[in-house]
């Protein structure tokens, strides 16, 4: 589930650079949050996927 929000954002993240709109600035907030939640859960040693 992590990983399925994480390629999302990352899609989203990659079109907010390429539009260059004022929504990009939201998916690169989203997209940090996303890989620290990722970075936590690993250093935790939860099971990410």
Do not use: E, S
Request: hydrophobic content about 75%.
């Amino acid at each position: 589930m992590l990983w399925t929000i994480f390629i999302i954002l990352l899609v989203l993240w990659a079109l907010g650079l390429v539009t260059a709109n004022v929504f990009g600035g939201f998916i690169h907030i989203l997209l940090v949050i996303a890989v620290v939640v990722l970075l936590i859960r690993l250093i935790h040693g939860q099971k990410v996927l």
